[in-house]
């Protein structure tokens, strides 16, 4: 409702709101991804509409007429009064959010809108944070000239860390699909009075459950598996339900102020990607578990080309103790799957980057989370990796069909080679 977005506090109607939102979590994924919005149903028709309009009319009874209050006569959960504050497309995106993620969602216009607008309202006065997207880097360092904002390592000692702080996670991790161990920073905050955050743009809904780990805040980049189709930008914050009667009115009134909003047409297209979600995540992870595996076993087979061409590969699944033992953290972190991105260094920085332009399902380009497979020579977009790394982010395509491209990419730069010597 448009009201949910002034910073009058939380009134019954957003509470009305998310709870209405929240109502169908007890069913399944798809479920709730289908029919989490229903409740703003204002058309007999199945699809929903798109709604392009920035502004919206008041009421033609002057009696009616009150300060940031709106009311639809057809359905007041659906209310509006300019598309910066809220518009049908997007409140129906963020329902199905706040249903799937579990706690109350706000969207923005990107990922690293969605980071900003995080930093920006927890305003720490020290963040800790690892090697990850450099995005939220570059974010952290513009903030920085503002504020003062001091960067720490994420694995600092507690003594570096104090109440009102930010420990912020990514898991997995980008660009090599890694994972951390949430519980452990989940102590760490609670040891230093630091507010954690984790970034699980690669473990969406049904691979990782943040908030059942102890995390205060929840970012995605939705651009990638929410979105799901390389189509749109945009980007996701999901509250912790404890903080949701102090955090959610205002992160959504300075959302109006910073003008991160996310836009309609992205809206519409992020409620027709949600309907899919667990239906192609679950794909694309459980292929990118059989690929991985594939090249473990070619890379580790003495005489095959993987073996030759191939220096590591990275994965969440591929991560064991000391002992090479199975991580029990990491299964019960992430029963569902491990995520759909992946990471190879080449033994030779020259075919990491002629690798691309020997495939012919996986297209060359950066980000992730598409129904089509990518894999990006890294230095393309970041110049502060290793120039052997590629990151591969796997589609729908089926795993075989996958394995055959990436075996006949090997075996033409392996013919390059011999026929160069």
């Known amino acids: 409702m448009a009201g949910e977005e002034t910073n009058s506090g939380t009134g019954p109607a957003k509470q009305d709101a998310v709870a209405l939102a929240s109502r169908l979590q007890h069913l399944s994924l798809s479920a ?3 029919h989490a919005d229903d409740f703003l149903n204002s058309h007999s028709a199945v699809a929903p509409p798109m709604h392009l309009s920035t502004t919206f009319r008041y009421s033609r009874n002057p009696d009616e007429l ?10 007041e959960h659906d209310s509006h ?5 809220s518009a049908p497309n997007t409140h129906r995106f963020e329902a199905i959010l706040t249903s799937i993620l579990k706690g109350p969602a706000v969207s923005y216009s990107s990922g690293l809108s969605a980071f900003h607008a995080m930093v920006v309202f927890l305003n720490p006065k020290r963040i800790a944070i690892g090697a990850g997207y450099h995005g939220c880097q570059g974010v952290i360092k513009v903030v920085s000239k503002l504020s003062g904002l001091k960067q720490v390592d994420l694995d600092c000692a507690d003594e570096e860390l104090g109440p009102g702080d930010l420990i912020h996670v990514e898991t997995p991790l980008n660009p090599t699909g ?20 984790v970034d699980a743009t690669f473990a969406p809904p049904p691979l990782l459950d943040p908030f059942a780990f102890g995390v205060d805040i929840i970012m995605h980049s939705g651009t990638k598996y929410f979105g799901g189709h390389s189509d749109m930008l945009c980007g996701v914050l999901a509250i912790a339900p404890r903080h949701t009667e102090d955090w959610l009115p205002k992160l959504k009134s300075e959302r109006l102020f910073l003008g991160s909003v996310m836009g309609s047409m992205e809206g519409w297209l992020g409620i027709r990607s949600l309907r899919t979600l667990e239906l192609r995540v679950r794909k694309q992870s459980a292929d990118t578990d059989k690929l991985v595996q594939w090249l473990a076993t070619e890379k580790a087979r003495e ?38 991105v992946f990471a ?11 690798l691309p332009s020997k495939l012919d399902l996986f297209h060359h380009a950066t980000s992730l989370g598409g129904v089509e497979s990518l894999i990006e020579w890294r230095s393309m977009t970041d110049a502060s990796v290793d120039k052997r790394l590629l990151r591969l982010s796997i589609g729908i395509e089926g795993w075989e069909d996958l394995r055959d491209d990436l075996l006949h990419g090997f075996e033409a730069l392996a013919k390059e080679r011999t026929s160069a010597a």
């Open 178 to 197: 890694e994972a951390r161990d949430l519980e452990f920073y989940a102590e760490k905050a609670r040891r230093t009075g630091a507010v954690l955050s």
């Open 303 to 340: 005489g095959s080309v993987v073996h030759d061409l191939v220096a590591e590969i990275k994965h969440a699944s591929l991560q064991v103790t000391s002992e090479g033992k199975e991580l029990a953290w990491l299964k019960k972190q992430m029963p569902n799957g491990f995520g759909p």
């Open 32 to 34: 709730q991804a289908v």
């Open 81 to 85: 009064i300019y598309s910066r504050m």
């Open 344 to 354: 190879l260094y080449m033994k030779d920085p020259i075919d990491a980057k002629k």
């Open 66 to 75: 009150d300060y940031m209050k709106n009311p639809s006569p057809k359905n």
